[in-house]
């Protein structure tokens, strides 16, 4: 007789789940985990160690538990005394969400080190990172492309760019997958209202090579996050009008309330003790200014460093720019490491032997931080969601975490997503 078999008695599964539904006999190499006995601690209800007999699949509010009945004589090949039930196991890969980094390097005349410093490290201790990473990452930089002659300007080559050489024919930036350029001359207090009027083209390029503006780069899907290198301080936007004037270009940027971006910035604020540790964000404000660079510092950042905290990025001092290949390094393994994975996965194929039933998925999530796995049920449709909850794109053949499913799931540190065919369906009543 067919059959499905769920494998865990009375536990609740943990979020990084998908669970998908099954019929059929078990085939060779199903992955057919042997059911626990229950245990005989307790009475009653279908709590963890003591499920009822009868239990299959329980909705509660937006999560799910599952149980094992109770069938005596079965085994894991569902060969026995009578029909069993056991749940069968597929591991989802884990993909990360795309990032956008938006670059920004202030052209004036106090910044020649530090330009020439990111000219060499961009490639080799920022790129070459994030590329061993696996992480899909765009460079967005606005800063004026250094012409031949002309100074305190960047050009970038490649891999990155796709100028084999500076200065470059013609010369001018030249784009590739991971890079695009829109030149303009950053000045030492404007960066902010820069990134602003240069986000649509109110303020052109000097090339004409982004006429929609910097925006028309970005991915919607991608993550955001900035880094931002002067000597100076914003003096046209405070860091709450920013974030609230790049909220009203795109929803992209979450809201000025709730910001979806990552502020770093290298800056004049003083050193740490070993020079190039990162102020991180629960550290206040730090008045003090660098020291050590051939030009002094104009200032310590303030704003910069309000936008770094209140964000969530990291703070290093600009007058190291000889150890730039350690900070660069390191902001490109922070980026690496916060990359969000992205919320939506391919149904694997079903078990040898089983045929897929769409209706008895339901997906579980491990953060990978020690703390209880979560499963969610599964929303009939995605105006259905609630929280604990996906849905299924049957057409696409993906599996969709609600909204506050995905935003849980981006929080974990090391996640894990696990397909879990059952027997029962796994729908859960609309919120």
Known sequence: MSSCVVSRWGRRLTVAALLTGCSGSSGPGAAVME????????????????????????????????????????SSGGTGG????????????????PVDIIVTIDNSGSMQEEIDAVESNINVKFANILQASGVDYRVILVSRHEKKGRQTSICVTAPLSGNAACPATPDQPAFSERFFQYSVKVDSENSLSLLI?????????????????????????????????????????????FVAALAAKSPQFG????????FHSIIGIGEKTVVTEPWTPDEP???????????????NGEVYQELSRATGGLRFPLCQYDAFDAVFEAIAKDVASHAA??????????????????????????A?????????????????????????????????LCPDACAAAQQGKSPKIDVLFT??????DPA
């Open 285 to 299: 404000v730090q008045t003090s200014v660098c020291g050590g660079d051939e030009d002094a510092v104009e200032n």
């Open 341 to 366: 994975i992205a919320c939506e996965f391919v149904i694997p194929p079903s078990p040898m032997g089983k045929d897929l039933d769409l209706s008895k998925v339901a997906v579980s999530y491990d």
């Open 255 to 262: 809201t000025a309330e709730a910001p979806k971006l990552i």
């Open 197 to 241: 009027d240069t986000f649509d083209a109110t303020v052109q390029d000097e090339f004409d090579l982004g006429p929609m503006g910097w925006g028309a780069w970005l991915r919607p899907t991608a993550s955001k996050v900035f880094l931002e290198i002067t000597d100076d301080n914003s003096t046209t936007m405070t860091a709450a009008d």
């Open 35 to 74: 059911p626990e006995p229950p245990s005989t601690a307790g009475s009653g209800g279908t709590g963890a160690g003591n499920p009822t007999p009868d239990a299959g699949v329980a909705a509660h509010a937006g999560s799910l538990m599952i149980d094992i009945p109770i069938t005596a004589g079965t």
């Open 82 to 97: 009578g029909e069993s039930c056991a749940t069968q196991q597929a591991e989802a890969p884990i993909q990360h969400q």
């Open 368 to 400: 990978g931080d020690g703390s209880a796995p979560k499963t969610f049920g599964q929303a009939k449709t995605s105006a259905e969601c609630q929280a604990d909850a996906f849905f299924i794109d049957s057409a696409a053949g993906k599996i969709q």
């Open 423 to 428: 027997c029962e369906p796994t729908f859960v």
